[in-house]
């Protein structure tokens, strides 16, 4: 589990295809490896990864086909920069809100708008995930954890401060470029244990069902056993 709130800018070193349709990845983050050890986790612009090795700064990561397809993981070159979480530690600061590493989707940066204190970015929006995403709620991107300033049927609007725009990737995002997106996992929740009561979910009714898992798909943890 994490909370969206980015320690460190990393920096990719190395992509290495392996077996099948799968990579490990290597990445640069010294902050983010100072305590790291076999089979801890990292947000990797968002997408949970363990780590299957760590030395002098550098931390290594299988990738799985499915994370690639489903993530803009599969875009990454040496050289890219990425946003670079560990895990949260119970009892420490909830900074942002409750992020998995489960990435929901892909969007693309629309429109940037600067402004004197802030830049305001639009993002499209996959139609099957709009549900979960409100003004003034809180979504996911790049693994940087953001408030939703307006929102349309396949769009969304973020405002980003100095700060965000510095120390994150988010502050180079061109036009047209990927970015990984996972909505508020509460909203998610909601709808299943209430699909039976809210007409027009498409989920199934009757007594007892709760409803099937949201459309969309999921990429988060590469462990020995798929993806969590």
């Known amino acids: 589990m994490f909370t969206g709130i980015v320690e460190e800018l990393g920096e ?19 902050l983010v490896t ?53 895990a949260a530690a119970l009892g420490s600061r909830l900074g942002g809100h409750l992020v998995q590493g489960h990435v929901d989707g892909v969007g693309e940066v629309l429109s940037r708008e600067p402004a004197p204190q802030w830049e305001t970015v639009r993002f499209a929006l996959p139609p099957a995930l709009a549900r979960y995403v409100v003004e003034k709620g809180s979504i996911t991107v790049d ?42 996992v509460l909203a998610k929740y909601v709808e299943r244990l209430l699909g039976d009561r ?19 798909g999921t990429a988060g943890a590469t462990t020995a056993g798929g993806v969590a």
């Open 198 to 216: 809210l007409p027009g979910t498409g989920l199934p009714t009757g007594p007892g069902t709760a409803g099937t898992a949201p459309a969309g």
């Open 34 to 86: 100072s305590d790291a050890r076999h089979g801890d986790s990292i947000a990797v612009n968002g997408v949970c990864l363990t780590v299957v090795d760590v030395s002098d700064g550098i931390f290594t990561a299988d990738v799985m086909g499915e994370t690639l397809r489903r993530s803009a993981l599969g875009a990454l070159r040496p050289g890219d920069p990425v946003n670079l979480e560990r």
């Open 143 to 184: 693994g940087v954890s953001l408030t939703v300033a307006d929102a349309g049927p396949d769009w969304f609007a973020v405002g980003l401060i100095p700060t965000t725009l510095k120390l994150t990737t988010l502050g180079a995002r061109g036009v047209g470029e990927p970015v990984n997106l996972e909505v508020d």
């Open 12 to 30: 990719v070193v190395r992509v290495t295809e392996t077996a099948g349709d799968s990579a490990l990845v290597a990445v640069r983050g010294p």
